[in-house]
């Protein structure tokens, strides 16, 4: 059986905001989750998405599990999200408002 380590801790960092990314990197947290969703307002969300792509090797690099947080299926913008997320550097995604089985099935 494979170790698996606990999740104790999750710190979301809103992602069009690099300064608070950078930050994060000092702070002891067993999952870093940069946020694309909800702390991001609507006419930030394509910088949340490009600063986090761009920092993802960054953030991976000091240790602990990235866990993005993309946008629900109803913003038009879940499917740039997941390919701005997903690689090497990322252990998952949260996609925000998941609110039926339809929207399950959707997202697999």
Same mark, same amino acid.
């Given at each position: *059986?494979?170790? /698996?380590?606990?999740?104790?801790?999750?710190?979301?960092?809103? #992602? $069009?905001?690099?300064?608070?990314? %950078?930050?994060? *990197?000092?702070?002891?947290?067993?999952? &870093? !989750?940069?946020?694309? %969703?909800?702390? !991001?307002?609507? #006419? $930030?969300? @394509?910088?949340?998405? %490009? +600063? @986090?792509?761009?920092?993802?090797?960054?953030?991976? #690099?000091?240790?602990?599990?990235? /866990? !993005?947080?993309? $946008?629900?299926?109803? +913003?038009?913008? &879940? %499917?740039?999200? &997941? =390919?701005?997320?997903?690689?090497?550097? +990322?252990?998952?995604?949260?996609?925000?408002? !998941? =609110?039926? =089985?339809?929207?399950?099935?959707? @997202?697999?």
């Amino acid at each position: *059986m494979e170790n /698996v380590m606990p999740i104790r801790s999750l710190l979301f960092v809103p #992602g $069009n905001r690099p300064d608070m990314l %950078e930050k994060s *990197m000092g702070l002891d947290a067993d999952v &870093l !989750v940069p946020d694309m %969703e909800d702390s !991001v307002p609507i #006419g $930030n969300k @394509i910088e949340a998405r %490009e +600063t @986090i792509s761009d920092m993802l090797p960054r953030l991976y #690099g000091h240790g602990r599990r990235i /866990v !993005v947080r993309i $946008n629900s299926l109803d +913003t038009g913008l &879940l %499917e740039m999200d &997941l =390919e701005s997320a997903l690689g090497p550097f +990322t252990y998952g995604v949260n996609v925000g408002k !998941v =609110e039926s =089985e339809w929207d399950i099935r959707q @997202i697999e």
